[in-house]
């Protein structure tokens, strides 16, 4: 219910809430989900920023805080249904679907982004054994921003870079199924930056068969890969 949601994220009287992220755990009736808070006559939901963690049992109706609202994140679910990839501004952690085995602080990296804070994008590999995500680096607070792209293993074995970018924002980057190439945007140098165009780097071996969400998130414009990552289209 819209009070539950309130209550789980401690809105004022004055705020607005939502819910921008929803997501089923496979092969369960469980859903996942977040919440924001936000002025409706102030910014409304375009500076609105995603807190806490939370899951609720479509059958039996019991919820469950597997992180609280004092926490900035983004989430994405493994393919199997075990493990949930946690996005802040500053670090990625791992949290089993259950809520137990929490990892923090997996990959940390430069928080950048204002007014608000910008979120790294990431996908799982389709065996769920590693996250695929921008590794933010530095930049100006609209565009222009350096970030990694990297191989995160679940396990808790070291990273891998499989890519730089510079002079973009992870917001465009989409990843190519077989896990080989990202396309992202790219600005110019100038002052301020301008578009230059879409590019498409390579992932160095490659990060394996990506499990590619079904719908992009909009915001900025890119590439949208063929299922068998050799062609594109613009968008």
Do not use: C
């Not at 006559?41 to 992180?67: C, F, K, N, W």
């Amino acid at each position: 219910s819209a009070e539950t949601l309130r209550d789980l994220l401690g809105a004022a009287e004055r705020d607005s809430s939502n819910s921008p992220e929803m997501a089923w755990i496979p092969r369960t009736h469980r859903l996942l989900y977040n919440g924001w808070t936000y002025l409706v006559m102030a910014e409304g939901e375009s500076h609105a920023i995603p807190r806490g963690l939370y899951s609720v049992d479509a059958d039996e109706g019991t919820r469950q805080v597997l992180v609280g609202a004092e926490s900035n994140l983004r989430f994405v679910v493994s393919p199997d249904g075990r493990q949930v990839a946690l996005l802040s501004p500053a670090a990625l952690a791992f949290v089993d679907a259950d809520g137990s085995n929490l990892r923090p602080d997996v990959l940390t990296y430069s928080q950048v982004g204002v007014p608000g804070p910008l979120f790294p994008v990431g996908v799982w590999t389709e065996d769920s054994q590693a996250f695929v995500m921008t590794k933010p680096l530095e930049g100006n607070p609209a565009a222009d921003i350096d970030f990694a792209i990297s191989r995160v293993p679940a396990d808790g074995s070291a990273p891998d870079q499989l890519a730089s970018v510079s002079r973009s924002h992870p917001g465009s980057v989409t990843f190519s199924p077989d896990g080989r190439s990202a396309a992202y945007i790219q600005y110019t140098d100038e002052v301020p930056p301008e578009i230059a165009g879409w590019f498409i780097t390579p992932l160095g071996e490659g990060a394996g068969p990506l499990a590619i969400p079904r719908e992009l998130e909009p915001g900025y414009p890119s590439l949208h890969w063929s299922p068998d990552g050799k062609a594109f289209t613009g968008a």
